[in-house]
């Protein structure tokens, strides 16, 4: 290429001009690689070097026409090299022009002596949240879909949300139409937040703040509000929960009432978890989730962040064994503060089919059986064992609480042991057990990596759902760190915490997997950095980084949103037809339905293309 | 039993009065949308309604009158309310 004309294109340009003419990512990269360096360059060829996976590189490629300013000395002769090449222009004053025209037509504008300096328009800019590029509803920094959640209510149930932050207004008026505080007892309309009586309940985790801006933030206070949610004119409707399943099933019923009353279609964010329950969708907290979906009316989960986490013990007993069958899972207690005292504390729950005759029990650091229903009191612990029948399922449940003193030979040589009852016992022979809370502590033998997805995560109507990644870097608020990379990630690859599937009867979940690692989002003024450390927040706004299945179920919500604005009467069953049809499979997620990444990635654009069943 | 080990235990069912903690419970019943009667019934256990969803029943109840709610025949099951995580 001729350096002189060469220098008359912006850097950004330039990288699409050797495109053109030699359709190689290798000397592409070469190219890339002869920048100056990053910071001496535009924000937006910085994000571009940084960023360029192979997997950019060929969308870059596949870009056919490209938008670019141009200085001139003649709008007129360089009107008729543009016509020349195929391209429009506007004219933008008399010596500046627009022109969109086919890349490999860059270098014939360059050579055109009325023309001074060709630059990428803002539009070429890489401006818009990776997730968005990754899942197809931003594609050369445009929407691909029309949809914008309008007519289309969300529900956030979560820590709250800063209802002063730009991205939840329009036109200087808020776009939540209600938002009930459970722990205070306060409700507050659209006009009382508007009058700052909202400011009383504020999001001093910062949770929800950042999940709502990813279904429906509007992307205000980031420059070209790149950081846009995925339905940004959808409006909300967000409660500040109690965390409780009581309180949770009654805020599903009164978002769901709510969006009846406005007569709108809505889809509602559960961005949180626990694991008690038979992990089948069985319990009551569960199931008030599958009574309230219907037409119109969805409820997306998260899947859970438990992937590495020794919190599952399970196995299949084989049947028809000459002995009786046994097997042992270890587990240790952690010490925590528990009413004020320093005590090791463990509450677990063996589950077991109804058709097995097995016995569960405990067996103490120093080598003491219990067997259910029992409940014994030593001078340094106390121990409960109990045997149910869950009223659904049927199933067989033991709940196990152990409460000792926080002395080393007390806290770890703890064991579950199963065992036949009679011969023949075995019948289906599946055994999980959950430890409640991971704080509690963890298996140390029997783990098993199956069956990690979270109530409510389980229940049959939820879509469920697994993040991946698609962020490592972002400019920060931290002194220490003003440029956070995480370069150990793979993009595009599964987070690696995200709860792998399926549930214990079966279900294929989660569903669908969505950016959740890391998602920049709206940023709570009220949570501290305590809860919100300054690395993770973006430098110069109101936005910081987050990663959990927390944030991609939000993603998810928000295309939900776009679906129902199209169609206001999908109810779970086929939103989830329509995800399973358009997911995205490639080389990270492998074939699906599989445990990590349920049916693969979620594709916005193909899922506002799938026709009714 | 040590006394720490003690006071924990004894002070898990009870609120800082000393009175039985209320428990927040969903509650299945064994009929559909509760009638009056059995919204009565429900109340004289002990149980303060907060809300109906078909036949679940969500509200609060002292710690100690747990077992007599599931004992009741109009009761089909009891789960009590659980604390959630974030997932993030």
């Known amino acids: 290429m001729n350096d002189k004309i060469s220098s008359k294109i912006d850097p950004l340009l330039l990288l699409g001009v050797e495109r053109a003419d030699k359709e190689d990512i290798k000397s592409l990269r070469a190219v890339k690689d002869k920048l100056p360096s990053v910071k001496s360059l535009h924000p937006g060829i910085q994000s571009l070097q940084r960023n360029m996976s192979e997997t950019n590189l060929k969308r870059f490629l596949r870009t056919d026409k490209v938008s670019v300013m141009v200085a001139t000395t003649d709008n007129k002769s360089v009107a008729k090299v543009v016509a020349d090449n195929k391209g429009t222009y506007n004219e933008l004053t008399s010596n500046k022009m627009l022109i969109r025209i086919p890349r490999a037509a860059l ?28 899942t197809g509803l931003i594609v050369n920094n445009q929407r691909t879909v029309p949809q914008t959640g309008k007519g289309v209510l969300v529900g956030i149930i979560d820590s709250g949300i800063d209802t002063n932050h730009e991205a939840f207004k329009k036109d200087g008026k808020t776009r939540i139409v209600e938002y009930w505080d459970q722990i205070r007892n306060r409700r507050y309309k659209s006009d009382q937040i508007d009058q700052g009586k909202a400011t009383e309940s504020p999001d001093t985790v910062g949770h929800g703040t950042h999940v709502a801006g990813i279904a429906a933030g509007n992307g205000s206070g980031s420059e070209g509000n790149i950081y846009q949610g995925v339905a940004p004119e959808a409006d909300l409707a967000v409660v500040k929960t109690t965390m409780e399943t009581g309180d949770i099933a009654k805020a599903i019923k009164d978002i769901f009432k709510l969006a009846d009353k406005r007569k709108q279609p809505c889809v509602i964010n559960l961005s949180l978890g626990g694991h008690f329950g038979g992990h089948d969708g069985t319990t009551i907290a569960e ?48 010490p925590g503060k528990y009413d004020g005292q320093v005590l090791g504390y463990m509450a677990l729950q063996v589950w077991y089919h109804h058709e097995d005759d097995l016995t569960v029990q405990l067996r103490s650091p120093n080598g003491e059986l219990f067997t259910a229903p029992m409940g014994i009191e030593k001078d340094q612990y106390h121990v409960s064992v109990k045997h149910e029948k869950a009223h659904y399922s049927n199933d067989n449940v033991v709940t196990i609480q152990v409460i000792t003193l926080p002395l080393p030979q007390l806290l770890s040589g703890w064991s579950l042991i199963v065992t036949e009852s009679t011969p023949g016992g075995v019948r289906v022979g599946s055994v999980h057990a959950w430890i409640l809370s991971r704080s509690f502590g963890r298996f140390t033998g029997g783990n098993s990596t199956s069956c990690l997805v979270g109530m409510p995560g389980t229940a049959y109507s939820a879509i469920t759902v697994a993040s991946y990644a698609t962020r490592k870097e972002w400019d920060s608020q931290s002194l220490t760190d003003l440029h956070m990379n995480l370069e150990a990630m793979n993009l595009e690859d599964i987070s690696y915490f995200s709860s792998e599937g399926p549930t214990r009867d079966g279900q294929n979940k989660p569903e669908i997997a969505a950016p959740g690692q890391y998602l920049i989002s709206t940023l709570s003024s009220a949570a501290p950095p305590m809860e919100l450390p300054m690395e993770y927040r973006v430098k110069d706004i109101n936005y910081v980084a987050l990663q959990g299945t927390s944030m991609a179920a939000p993603y998810v919500t928000g295309a939900l949103a776009l679906l129902l604005e199209k169609d206001g009467t999908i109810d779970w069953s086929e939103a989830k037809r329509r995800l399973i049809k358009s997911a995205r499979l490639d080389t990270h997620s492998g074939p699906c339905w599989n445990p990590r990444w349920g049916y693969g990635k979620i594709d916005v654009e193909k899922l506002l293309t799938i026709e009714p069943t | 039993m040590t006394n720490s080990l003690k006071k924990f235990l004894e002070s898990r069912d009870k609120d800082k009065d000393g009175r039985p903690k209320k428990l927040k419970v969903l509650v299945t019943l064994k009929v559909s949308h509760p009638d009056k009667k059995s919204l009565k019934r429900l109340k004289e256990i002990g149980l303060s309604v907060e809300d109906i969803i078909d036949h679940i029943v969500i509200g609060s109840i002292a710690a100690d009158k747990e077992e007599a709610l599931k004992a009741d025949p109009l009761v089909s099951e009891v789960e009590r309310s659980q604390k959630l995580d974030f997932t993030s």
């Open chain 1, 287 to 334: 199931r008030a989730i599958d009574q309230l979906s219907g037409p119109g009316k969805l409820v997306v989960v998260s899947a859970g962040n438990e992937n590495q986490k020794p919190i599952h013990a399970g196995t299949i007993l084989p049947k028809e064994q000459p002995e009786p069958v046994r097997w042992v899972a270890d587990f240790e207690l952690r």
């Open chain 1, 107 to 134: 270098m014939n504008l360059a050579q055109c002596a009325e023309i001074s300096y060709v630059e990428a328009s803002t539009r070429l800019e890489l401006h818009c949240d990776a997730a968005h590029r990754s």
